[in-house]
């Protein structure tokens, strides 16, 4: 059964450096997301990306944040200059297809723990 | 934000027993909901889905009820297993794109 992976599973950075979360989505699909929850909290939207480009971002996907899809397999999301409260798991999904009405449901990978000192 | 809230942190349940997690929303405009079961260290594992047209689908063991006048939906899960204790999270969309997930509901099916 074709599934989302991520890596790495656990990555530890200094406060201020940069970081590329990695994820290979499920291969016929067409839209991207990253989620991430910190711990205690609710899963939360961070961006969705459809053809090269973001179709939604939340408040939280502020200009630290950047997504790139740089091959036919890899999506991924770079944190700038990570902060303390960026310490989270974020969750790479992928479905089908979103929007124009049209709903398929969102397959997510294991995560990765991102833990900021 | 709270669109969508599941007020039950966590439920016990004897095995072979029916298990019903709840959700409500208040945002009239999300069409299409999904329940996503989640064990730790591992990413969310979709469930079910319901369309905002239908009031009901099943899968197998589960059940997804939608009450869209009360703006409410359940997840019933029969008989439960003890491989049902997890973290349940309800999760609606709104013309597709992005997930607004509620807090989650803790299972754990005794034997």
């Known amino acids: 059964e074709p599934e989302v992976t991520q890596t790495p599973s656990h990555q530890v950075t200094q406060m201020g450096q940069e970081v590329i979360l990695r994820c290979v989505p499920i291969s016929n699909h067409l839209y991207f997301y990253w989620y991430r929850q910190i711990l205690g909290q609710k899963v939360e939207f961070l961006v969705s990306?459809?053809?090269?480009?973001?179709?939604?971002k939340s408040e939280i996907f502020d200009d630290q944040f950047s997504v790139e899809r740089p091959d036919g397999s890899n999506f991924t999301l770079k944190i700038r200059s990570t902060k303390l409260e960026d310490s989270a798991m974020y969750f790479c999904?992928?479905?089908?297809?979103?929007?124009?009405?049209?709903?398929?449901?969102?397959?997510f990978g294991p995560g990765t723990r991102l833990t900021v000192t | 934000d709270q669109q969508v809230k599941q007020n039950s942190p966590s439920l016990s349940v004897q095995e072979g027993r029916i298990s019903i997690l709840n959700c409500d929303y208040t945002n009239s405009m999300f069409d299409y909901f999904l329940w996503y079961k989640k064990y730790p260290a591992e990413g969310p594992t979709f469930l079910i889905s319901?369309?905002?047209?239908?009031d009901k689908n099943e899968d197998g063991r589960f059940t997804v009820f939608l009450n869209k006048s009360a703006k409410h939906l359940s997840l019933h899960i029969v008989p439960s297993q003890p491989g049902d204790s997890a973290v349940y999270f309800c999760a609606a969309q709104e013309g597709g794109n992005k997930l607004t997930f509620g807090t989650g509901t803790q299972l754990k099916v005794e034997l």
């Open positions: 990306f459809y053809n090269n480009e973001i179709s939604e």
């Open positions: 319901i369309s905002s047209i239908k």
């Open positions: 999904a992928s479905s089908r297809l979103g929007t124009s009405g049209i709903n398929y449901e969102q397959y």
